[in-house]
């Protein structure tokens, strides 16, 4: 079992800048795939980012050169550095570990991202 937290989240300016990280515990998820994705208000649950287990990257077009995705193993923690945001960046932001052995997905709870124009 993997549980996630994700913080980071809050109000900011358009233009502004946050860090999303994801904290995993209960195993260690290095052999895992990891990804954000976010939900914004009335909208369907959308792809954001993702590092594999391989450090390959991955960006949804809205965000790409905006967004960084990375990982740090050691402590088993991921991030979304977010800059140059846009209010339809408002979202609730969560986390996913994907296990490549059991194709499992697990999902943090969320934290929110809201940007002022």
């Known amino acids: 079992q993997v549980q996630l937290v994700e913080s980071g989240g809050g109000l900011v300016q358009a233009g502004g800048s946050l860090r999303l990280s994801c904290a995993a515990s209960g195993r260690d998820i290095k052999f895992d795939d990891m990804g954000w994705f976010r939900q914004g208000p009335g909208k369907e649950r959308e792809f954001v980012a993702a590092?594999?287990?391989?450090?390959?990257?991955r960006y949804s077009d809205s965000v790409k050169g905006r967004f960084t995705i990375s990982r740090e193993n050691a402590k088993n923690t991921g991030y979304l550095e977010m800059n140059s945001l846009k209010s339809e960046d408002t979202a609730v932001y969560y986390c996913?570990?994907?296990?490549?052995?059991?194709?499992?997905?697990?999902w943090g709870r969320g934290t929110q991202v809201t940007v002022s124009s």
């Open positions: 996913n570990v994907h296990d490549n052995w059991t194709r499992r997905d697990y």
């Open positions: 590092i594999t287990r391989f450090e390959t990257l």
